[in-house]
C-alpha cells in the first residue's frame, strides 16, 4: 500500500499562512516578533502554527535576512559551578529578551571552537556569546570581517578588538595573597589554571605582585601548573606537599584547583587550616558546602553572564557601536579554611 505523503509531510509558513487565512508575510513577521502586527492576527497566527505543528527554520530565517532571535553560545564544558553560574545569569537576561540560546561545548578542542564559530556565523544564530574560549586569531578576525556580533566573557582578545566582560582577576588575586600574607603566611604555595587563558595570567600576576609589595620573594618551586580541573588541583598540591619545606598556605586559582588540593592535603594525613590554609577563586555554589567551608574569592558569574547578553543584544541592535569592555569587581569571602600558619 502507498503511503500518503501528505500525511507525513513537515509543515511550512505557507500551509499557516492558509491555515490562518494570512499572508505568507504576515505569517513570517508574526512568528519573528515583528511589532507592527495585530495582536488578534498575531494569536491567530499561533494557534495555525501549534495545530499544525509548525517549526521554524531559524537557519532559512536568517538567510533571508530576518532575525532567528536565537543566540550562540559557546562553553568549554558544562562540569563546573564556574561555568553553571555565568549561564545562568545568560539564560535568564536572554528569557527576559526573548531570546533563547543555542548551547555548543567545545571540550578544549580548538577545531570545534572554530567548527561551531563557524555554524553560528552561517545563520544559526544572531550573535555569539564566547565563554572562556581557547580564542584564535583566525575566527575573531573572521567575525569582525562579516561584521558578526559577538561578546568574549572571561577571556582576552590580545589584538583588543572585541567586545569583553570580565572580572578584576588580577585585583581578586592580589587580594586573597595579601590575607593570606596579612595573617602571618609567607611561604604560599600556588596553583595555577590554564595558562592559555587571560584569567590564568592575572591571576598568577596578582599573586606575585602581593609577594612583590610585601617583601617576600617569588619561589618557583612554589609556583605549581593546574588547568581549573580538579584532577590538575591534585595532581599541582602533590608537587607542592612534595617539596622538602612544604608551604603554610595554597592559593589555588579556582575553587574546582583547590577542592583537589584539599584532597590532597587531606590524604598526606594533614589538616586544613591547621596545618595548611587553602584559598579559592570564584566562589561557585559548592564552596561554603566544603569541609571546611572554602574561603574564596568571589566573581558575580550571574551578573557576567546578563551583563554580556544585554552588550550583546545592543551591538545586534546597533551595529555601528564600538566595542566595550565592562570589568566587573571581585571580592574576598572568608570562611573556615585558612588561619595563621603554626609556630615552629
Known sequence: ???????????????????????????????????????????????????????????????????????????????????????????????????????????????????????????????LLLIVPLTSTTYLDTLRKQNFPYVLIDQSDTEEKSSIVRATNWQGAYDATRYLIELGHTRIGFITGLMELTSAIERLDGYRAALTDHNIPIQDELIAEGDFWERGGYNAAIRLLDLPQIPTAIFAANDLSAFGAMEAIRQRGLSIPQDISIVGFDDIPQAPYTYPKLTTVHQPLDQMGRTAVKMLLEYIEKPELGTQQITVPTQLVVRESCQPPRQV
Open 1 to 127: 500500500m502507498q503511503k500518503d505523503n501528505k500525511k507525513f509531510r513537515t509543515p511550512t509558513i505557507i500551509d499557516v499562512a492558509r491555515e490562518s487565512g494570512v499572508s505568507y508575510s504576515t505569517v513570517s513577521r508574526a512568528l519573528t516578533g515583528y511589532e507592527f502586527v495585530k495582536p488578534s492576527t498575531r494569536e491567530k497566527v499561533l494557534r495555525a502554527a501549534e495545530k499544525l505543528g509548525y517549526v521554524p527554520n531559524q537557519q532559512a530565517r536568517s538567510l533571508a535576512g530576518g532575525r532567528s532571535n536565537l543566540i550562540g553560545v559557546l562553553v568549554p564544558n558544562l562540569g563546573n559551578g564556574y561555568i553553571g553560574g555565568i549561564i545562568r545569569g545568560v539564560d535568564e537576561q536572554l528569557a527576559e529578551s526573548n531570546h533563547n540560546l543555542i548551547l555548543y561545548t567545545t571540550h578544549r578542542h580548538r577545531g570545534k571552537e572554530s567548527s561551531y564559530v563557524a555554524t553560528i556565523m552561517n545563520g544559526a544564530a544572531d550573535g
